[in-house]
């Protein structure tokens, strides 16, 4: 695919997309006479805290459409001037026709809701107003007085009961004396007191048995709240209730227990374990049934065995019921009904992907096993290989290979932690993992570079509390050998490039550990008010360093280091995400996020390596900017110099020379929905401004190889790149495709004004003359101003 062919289709879609929405400007010319459009519905003196709830009120069908919905809608299912009748398609909205009897529904319930609020003497009118056929309805409110609780009382049947009640209700109530009457905080008692009774051993325990009196004087606006808990009707109080042994029954991957040979056991004498599929040890599982002998029933033990057990990733359904024993002693023997997951699974997965002027794809497949040993152990393994063409190229499809890469990984994954000594159990927050893994990369860029990078390493990952998430690295391994072209290595050289030459160009031994700490990632599917962070440290060579000053390594003929004849890596590379939820109400959302990074080389290494490096740019970072084509700093590329060897030189350059040690990102989001239900999924929109870049550590080698890419603070915002745009998500809710596009506003590689190239945006002239005179300066990079990005899941 030629990389016009792809804006050609970007306009083509633009203009069909333009003429739909236009369709819906003029859809009323589709109703009869008679009928008229719900465009604009409102609502007038209501409170600002109530307004967004009440207008839930308003009946679905007279409210207004979605514009794409409705546009899609009439495109679809139109002919000569009129809605079809014979055949209706089922895309887009139905048009929202204004009906008095749905707007009368709708105040009388507007009505009721701000009654339930404290307003008990309110009353709502309605006004409709149309004019060709465009129907506006507004909704006018006198709220009158608000009522407050003047006294709260409790009448419950059950002395224990009000005992429990009257020592844990200061810790959930949300109804007070004085306070606005509002029936959401009735509503919110009753399940309080639910969650308390299940908590408490009450198993027969229903909401039903809680019912609230409300008497309003209207003359001083004052309600008195009475609380009624009544008895069970055929027993003179509330049971509590015990657990006694459990049953475990797992079925087979189909569901069925028709197993001529069952494996049965009985665990910590409890736990009775009747397994049809002969697949687990019992013991690792009942680490994860929290519903113990001798206590209370309680309704979060029963909660949090569901979520650990479906945490293990080996069972596909599970069932939790309770026998009640035949005798007098109130207790419960839990039954638990499993189905596992199938044991074996393959998935292949592909991607075709496409960007300044490149195109290719990725194909891979993984092999999973689940339920390896019997405890729930899993083994994936991976392999995935990926070709990209450069469209620029000419001759056959071989010669357009810009490169090819090729991975291949097993993970081994225990649902414990594995350590040489005594640890409490964990397990309460979530499933605890060591994961031992080795992977291999075989990477190739033509003419340029090849990288060779085997890794082993054991991973520990914790849930200290459900907010804060722990993965510790001890050991990690690594044997990487970086082979530069012949040619493109002495052409380096002759630059002066002798440090990026041996840094890169070289075999390295890598001993070293990782840390990340992860707080609220649970809430980031979520609209609430929140923080975000993610720290992370990639420490190498510092335990080798040590030994050194007592064993005294070897050194090769550059004086590095070395151990098993190769030199090994010492540095310390910090990141760290930090970011601000912010709720708008109902689906809209402001996110802020700074994303900042450090790496430093010490000790035997004078450079970081192309793969510990950062980059800016790409789908999640600067969305203006595709990956690895932003920065360091101010260093343009142009600096490479003009001619043949320049031009061939840059080419292979490309993704290798615009890293850094340093790295800034920030973004600053908008997300709101758009459309509810488009071919079955919720389209979502977003609006974005992004800046940023990458650095080099100050030093010969940076000045030579990325001239002003060097960070410096009276340069900083000099250096900063800025982009904007605005995106779709389409949300399947199994996933997320996204869209994006970003507009370049401030590119760091220009120096003065020239770096504000937004300008160009709606200047044809003047970006056709910026373009002509980069691709004379930095052949054969192509200067875009727009860039496209796809991807699956949120930016973050």
């Known amino acids: 695919m030629k990389s016009y062919s792809i804006y050609r289709s970007f306009s083509l879609a633009s203009i069909l997309l333009l003429i739909l929405i236009l369709s819906a400007c003029n859809a009323t010319r589709y109703l009869a006479e008679d009928q008229a459009l719900v465009t604009s519905v409102e609502l007038d003196s209501v409170d600002k805290e109530f307004a967004a709830s009440a207008l839930t009120f308003v009946q679905n069908d007279i409210r207004p459409n979605s514009r794409l919905n409705l546009a899609l809608y009439n495109f679809f299912n139109t002919k000569n001037g009129k809605y079809r009748t014979d055949r209706v398609r089922a895309i887009g909205e139905a048009p929202h026709i204004l009906d008095s009897s749905l707007v009368e529904i709708s105040r009388i319930q507007i009505e009721k809701f701000l009654a339930t609020k404290g307003f008990f003497m309110a009353k709502v009118k309605s006004d409709i107003q149309v004019e060709k056929k465009k129907a506006t309805i507004t909704f006018t409110a006198k709220q009158g007085p608000e009522f407050k609780i003047s006294s709260i009382t409790h009448e419950i049947a059950d002395s224990a009961v009000a005992q429990l009640y009257e020592a844990n209700r200061a810790s959930f109530t949300r109804m007070r004396e004085g306070a606005r009457f509002d029936s959401d905080s009735l509503n919110y008692e009753r399940e309080q007191i639910y969650r308390l009774m299940k908590e408490n051993g009450y198993f027969d325990y229903l909401r039903q048995f809680v019912r609230f009196d409300v008497d309003s004087n209207l003359n001083s606006s004052q309600a008195k709240v009475t609380m009624y808990l009544a008895n069970p009707t055929d027993k003179p109080a509330h049971q509590v209730y015990t657990i006694d042994n459990s049953l475990v029954t797992i ?260 001993l070293g550990s990782q840390y990340a700490y992860t707080l609220n990632n649970i809430r980031l599917n979520t609209y609430s008010n929140f923080i975000y962070f993610r720290g992370a440290i990639d420490a190498a060579g510092n335990t080798l360093g040590l030994l050194d000053r007592v064993i005294k390594f070897p050194t090769d003929s550059t004086g590095a280091k070395t151990l098993f004849g190769l030199p090994y890596q010492e540095y310390v590379k910090t990141e760290f995400d930090g970011r601000l939820y912010r709720s708008l109400g109902g689906e809209k959302q402001v996110i802020f996020r700074l994303n900042t990074g450090i790496g430093i080389p010490h000790g035997n290494s004078q450079q970081l390596t192309f793969e510990k490096n950062f980059f800016a740019g790409g789908s999640s970072g600067v969305r203006a900017w595709q990956a690895r084509t932003l920065g360091p700093g101010n260093y343009n590329r142009s600096s ?157």
């Not at 399947?732 to 160009?760: A, C, E």
């Open 251 to 510: 079925r087979d991957s189909e569901g069925l227990t028709d197993s001529l040979i069952v494996d049965t056991i009985t665990v910590d004498t409890q736990y009775r374990f009747v397994d049809y599929s002969q697949k687990f040890e019992p013991k690792p599982i009942s680490k994860y049934l929290f519903i113990n002998k001798g206590e209370k029933y309680n309704i979060n033990k029963e909660d949090l065995t569901y979520d650990r057990l479906y945490d293990l990733n080996v069972f596909r359904t599970i069932k939790i019921d309770y026998a009640k024993t035949s005798d007098s002693t109130n207790r419960l023997q839990p039954r638990y009904d499993i189905v596992p997951l199938k044991r074996m699974s393959n998935r292949v997965e592909g991607e075709y992907t496409f960007n300044s002027g490149r195109n290719g794809f990725n194909i891979g497949n993984t092999y999973t096993n689940r339920n390896l040993f019997g405890g729930a152990e899993m083994l994936e393994i991976k392999a995935k290989y990926g070709l990209l063409f450069d469209a620029n190229a000419t001759g056959s499809l071989i010669d357009r290979i810009f490169s090819r890469d090729l991975q291949l990984g097993a993970n081994l994954i225990f649902p414990k932690l594995l350590v040489p000594f005594p640890i409490p159990v964990i397990g309460k927050n979530g499933v605890p993992h060591t994961t031992v893994s080795s992977s291999l990369q075989l990477f190739d860029q033509k003419d340029a570079f090849s990288s060779r990078v085997f890794i082993n390493a054991i991973t520990y990952d914790w849930v200290e509390t459900k907010y804060k998430f722990h993965s510790l690295t001890p050991i990690n391994i690594e044997f990487r050998k970086g082979i530069l072209n012949s040619v493109f290595r002495d052409s380096l050289r002759q630059r002066g490039y002798e440090l990026y030459v041996r840094t890169n160009n070289r075999a390295f031994f890598n």
């Open 640 to 796: 490479l110099g003009t001619g043949g060897r320049a031009d061939t030189l840059r080419r292979n350059l490309r993704n290798l020379d615009q890293l850094g040690e340093y790295k800034l990102e920030g973004n600053l989001e908008y997300r709101f929905t758009m459309a509810e239900n488009f071919l079955n999924a919720k389209i979502k929109g977003a609006g974005f401004v992004d800046f940023g870049n990458v650095w080099r550590k100050k030093s010969k080698a940076s000045m030579i190889e990325n001239p002003g890419g060097e960070f410096a603070f009276n340069k900083f915002l000099g250096q900063l790149a800025v982009g904007t745009g605005a995106g779709l998500r389409f949300d399947l809710n199994y996933f997320v495709f996204r869209f994006d596009v970003g507009i370049k506003v401030k590119d760091p590689q220009f120096r003065g004004s020239d770096q504000y190239v937004l300008k160009y945006l709606f200047n044809r002239s003047g970006l056709k003359d910026l373009k002509e005179r980069y691709e004379v300066t930095n052949n054969p990079d192509v200067y875009r101003l727009i860039q496209y990005n796809f991807g699956i899941g949120m930016p973050f």
